[in-house]
């Protein structure tokens, strides 16, 4: 299992120059890559995408506009708790401890893992147009909530020696305070990354052309490895890669507004 955490897109750019072989950095622009070359994909992350931010506006004012609580840790007083605290102590409080708990807030992070994972069957327009909607709804979250975004690619990588198989995947973290909107934009929108940067990168470990695991994206099984080698907890929202009748492609502010519910659900369920 390969599954390598990078803190910036600067960081895979340098792995990229590093450790792709001659041969894929002489790949053949194509419709599937998005018509790029290697080399192109790697001038758009550093460059961007700033004229698709655009499309991204107009799903903006389409979005309802409820704010999510999430629970964060603070401390309060108490007969008995944690820590003490000196100053109630001497003051003759009974209160003189403190102790952990969990209050609700709309300023904690909500942390935002995305899949830019398509099946190869999606076409370049068909993986900006998901893409869109996957910018939208975290520039739609950060209006009320800190955001925290990672975009990882889930390739299938060298086989288990138990013939289970086995994962090569990318995490990168895209600058949200305040959100890089050049290169996210890019990286959530545009062929090339995926089909380019992070399949050149995969194929330094084993990438077959697969799913990681050789699973599928939508199975309770595969998103649990996903949230167990991601390290996602309960309070994350994840979104899933897609191989058909992807809804950020066909209802993109229906898909944006069901996932707000859904991390709403997820925070009750878990209280």
Known sequence: ????F?????AFATELNHSVDAEHKDSRAQAFNGN???EDAMSGLRIGRPKTVAKSDKLLQQMQGDTIELDVPSWEHAVAGFI???PSYLAGSPESMRRPVQTSSDRSPIRVFASVCLSAGFTA????????ALLALCRKLQMARPVELWIFADLHGIDAEDGTGNCAIPVVKIETMPLDLTTATYA???????RQLCFAWGYQHGFDGGWAWHGRPFSDEYLGRLRDVLKINDNDLLIAGTHANDKLASDPVGFINEQVNRLTNQLLEAA
Not at 188 to 194: E, R, W, Y
Request: hydrophobic share 40%.
């Open 6 to 10: 990078f803190d910036s897109i600067g």
């Open 84 to 86: 003490p605290c000196v």
């Open 36 to 38: 790029q070359t290697f």
């Open 188 to 194: 959530m929108t545009d062929a090339g990354f995926l």
């Open 1 to 4: 299992m390969t599954v390598k």
């Open 125 to 132: 327009s068909e993986i900006q147009k998901r893409g869109i």
